[in-house]
Structures are given as C-alpha cells and as structure tokens.
C-alpha cells in the first residue's frame, strides 16, 4: 500500500529535538561541532521556514565541517523500504548577497538526504542562478562507510541553470532500493538518474541547510569573505510507492 506523509512542523524549529534539530557532528576531542550561524534569523510563517544567515563559521582542518554553516536535521531518520520507491519533494527559494558571480558553491542553500549508517547523501544545491544534483559517499565523523573494492568515497556534482532562479522551485529525489537506483528532478522534470547505487541506504536524515562547498588550502578554510545567504524552504512531502 502507498504511504505519504509530511515533515514539516516548521513552528517547532526552537524547541530542538521535537521535530528538527541542529546539524553537526561529534569530535574526537568528545565536543559537538554544530551547524549554526549565530546570527542567522530565523522566520516561520504560513508554514515555511526562513533562514537568513550571514557566513562566519569556519573549520581549517576538517572539509565536511567546513562546508555546512546553518544547517537543521531531522530528529528521526526516515528509514527506507526494502521494495519501492520512497521520494522527497520540496519547494526551496535561494537568494544571496556577496557570493561570486557564477559561481554556485560559494553559498547556496540545501536539501541533503543523509544515510549515517553508509555515508550516503543524496542532495540538491539551489544557488542565485544555478543549482547542482549530488551523489555521494562521505567520510562523515564517526560513519563507519562499508569497506569496497571500487572507489570507496566519492561526490559527483551536477550543475543546470535550468530552473527559474532566486525563485521557489519543486525539488524531488526518488530512490529505489532494490534496483539501487536514484531519481532526481525539478520542477517536474527528471533532471539525473543514476543507476547501480554502491550502497544500499538503508534511512535518511533530512537536512535543510545554508551551506558552502568550498575546497581547504594549505593555509586552511576559504569559505566565507562576507556572504549572506538567504534559504526558505517548504515542508518535505515523503511517499512510498509499491511500484517505480
């Protein structure tokens, strides 16, 4: 039987735990890095989340602690069914100031599907005039990512302009398990397909995030110069379907 539900509950941002929490991830040291600008703002109304954060938060010697600077997980995972399909679909608007011209990754905002059981995400990146599918296998802190022998971390980008920018746009991913396969569209439109996932994700932590992607130097993070990024986001529509 077909099952759809939805995560939004955005009303519920402040008390952290109920619905959504703060991102991040523990260190080694036994400290909690979090995902949170201190002063981002943060606006609920008629059920969208609005997050307005200007960039300051860096990290010199960890990439993944780097990239996210404001970023909301699910309390609880949604876990993924043996046979079907299960999809996500959301509206995102992405606006922002003093981020490069062309230059999609100097801060956009985030829809990010998390398996912290495999290190598997599945994400869209919306920025000012472009956005970017992702496909990836990460070495998330404390992720036990299974042994393999083929390339065993990896993230594939790819970038459109096709989309109506500094606008609200219909993101969906789709995955189906048992085929090992991934769906990924805009507005209606299936924009990438990739066949022969090397994982099998077995839950999903949705993510909502205000984020950067850019490469450590050797004299450590280059991320932020001055950014603000502005995201608003939708409740999450989930749906399981027999058949995909």
Known sequence: MDKQWTLGDFHTILNEGEVWKIGGFPLQDGSFW????????????????????????????????????????????VLVPESGVISFELQIRARSQHTAPNDLYDGFVSLNLLDFTTGGALDFFAGNDKYASVYAVLPFPGVKVPESD?????????????????????????????????????????????????????????????????????????SVHGQTVIGEWSPITIEITEQG
């Open 34 to 77: 979090q995902y949170r600008e201190p002063n981002a703002v943060v606006i609920v109304r008629n059920g969208m989340l609005y997050v307005r954060a200007p960039l300051s938060r860096s990290n010199d010697q960890i990439q993944i602690l780097d990239n996210a600077k404001h970023m909301y997980y699910s309390a609880e995972p």
């Open 150 to 222: 083929k390339t065993r971390y990896f993230c594939v980008f790819k970038e459109d302009t096709d989309f109506e920018a500094q606008a609200f746009n219909v993101y969906k991913i789709t995955y189906n398990r048992a085929k090992d396969e991934v769906v990924f569209l805009v507005n209606g439109n299936e924009v990438r397909r990739e066949r022969n996932v090397p994982v099998k994700f077995n839950q999903f932590t949705v993510a909502l995030g205000i984020m950067t992607e850019k490469d450590l130097t050797p004299e450590g993070s280059v």
